[in-house]
């Protein structure tokens, strides 16, 4: 279940109580509550002293969350002032302090929570009795760590979710304007076949002040790496969406497909998988090994030859329905997933469809 949870950092402080019963009033049942040191993130915000400020004015669910070092220095404190959940970083202060820190939160009676930032090259599996339940990982750093791809199962079976990502700076994969065309399909194709639960890209909608007369950031630069206007970006301003995008948004759903086959029979599908994804692994990935074309065929002549008859076989019984809409309110994309037509999606604008078909 989706939980809306408006930071006050937008509030009024000199009326807060107001703006807390208008997000009552409006269906809001939490508040997210950003605590920054100035230190472990550049921006300052505020202490303890104004969570214990906002607990008499307003029952709504307090979600505090430290970015700041060392927070069991101040865990208790925040606990204390009224926060109903807290989540402190793991990379903000030693394995030990960490664990430290989240028994004397739930020794307080109040839920702790886990943000994972990587920062460094950590797998999970190096926080001894720590349950970080939704962990992200540089795909780069997979070249120094592979042991994660085997920590990915044993993570799900706790109900735990692993995902990686490609940052700013990594050549390859990513989804700029001269990535080779599926390039972004691998990205969204690859969970599927090794077990990631998902994929995070570094930027969606980052446009310059205006993108349709300059989109290029000339002040940028990392390393060898000059970002080419467009590079930031997947979604126009307008609502456009990117080739990139697009590609990307296919390999997104060839994973789900491979995970519809996975309920029918998971063992013979993941073997499977397994070999059509050797010659295309992560490793080939970041050198730009390979040819990404090759994989993507392999992958949509794999899940299109199968996923009908599995979907069917699984009885999906209700329509699966998913929508974005552009910015500016013109455009929307929806994906629908049914027993009697499989997967499809949609392009609308004003309701009015201009591209449809089946994916």
């Not at 990392?222 to 080739?243: A, K, Q």
């Not at 073997?271 to 992958?299: H, T």
């Not at 994309?333 to 949609?346: F, H, I, N, P, T």
Request: hydrophobic share 40%; with cysteine; charged share 25%.
């Amino acid at each position: 279940m989706a939980i809306l949870s408006p930071s006050i950092l937008s509030c009024d402080y000199m009326n807060m109580e107001k703006d807390f019963t208008a997000c009552k009033e409006n269906g809001v049942k939490w508040l997210h509550v950003d605590i920054m040191d100035g230190h472990f993130v550049p921006n300052l915000s505020f202490g303890y002293s104004l969570v214990k400020s906002m607990r008499p004015i307003t029952d709504l669910v307090l979600d505090v969350h430290l970015m700041i070092d060392t927070p069991i220095k101040y865990a208790e404190e925040f606990c204390k002032a009224g926060a109903d959940y807290l989540t402190i970083h793991v990379e903000a202060d030693t394995p030990e302090n960490t664990m430290a820190a989240l028994e004397k939160i739930r020794a307080l009676g109040v839920r702790p929570g886990m943000k994972v930032a990587m920062a460094g090259n950590k797998s999970p599996s190096e926080f001894s009795g720590m349950n970080i339940d939704n962990y992200c990982q540089g795909l780069i750093h997979l070249r120094k760590h592979p042991k994660l791809l085997d920590e990915l199962e044993p993570r799900r079976q706790k109900g735990f979710k692993t995902t990686f990502y490609v940052c700013a700076t990594a050549m390859h994969p990513n989804t700029f304007m001269d990535s080779p065309a599926d390039e972004g399909f691998w990205l969204g194709a690859y969970p599927g076949i090794t077990g990631f639960d998902g994929f995070l890209r570094w930027a969606a909608n980052s446009w310059p002040k205006d993108p349709y007369d300059d989109a290029s950031f000339k002040t940028v630069r990392r390393g060898n790496l000059h970002w080419r206007p467009g590079d930031t970006f997947l979604i126009y301003p307008r609502g456009e969406l990117s080739s990139r995008l697009i590609s990307l948004r296919a390999g997104v759903v060839a994973a789900e497909k491979m995970r519809i086959l996975k309920e029918g029979e998971r063992e013979t599908v993941e073997k499977a998988l397994k070999k059509l994804g050797e010659p295309y692994g992560y490793k080939g990935a970041v050198n730009n090994a390979f040819d990404f074309s090759a994989f993507r065929r392999a992958v949509d002549e794999f899940v299109n030859k199968a996923v009908i008859p599995a979907a069917s076989a699984n009885e999906i019984k209700e329509t699966k329905t998913f929508n974005a809409v552009s910015p500016d309110g013109l455009n929307e994309v929806r994906l629908e997933l049914s027993e009697s037509k499989g997967l499809q999606y949609s392009v609308l604008r004003r309701g009015k469809i201009l591209v449809g078909r089946k994916a």
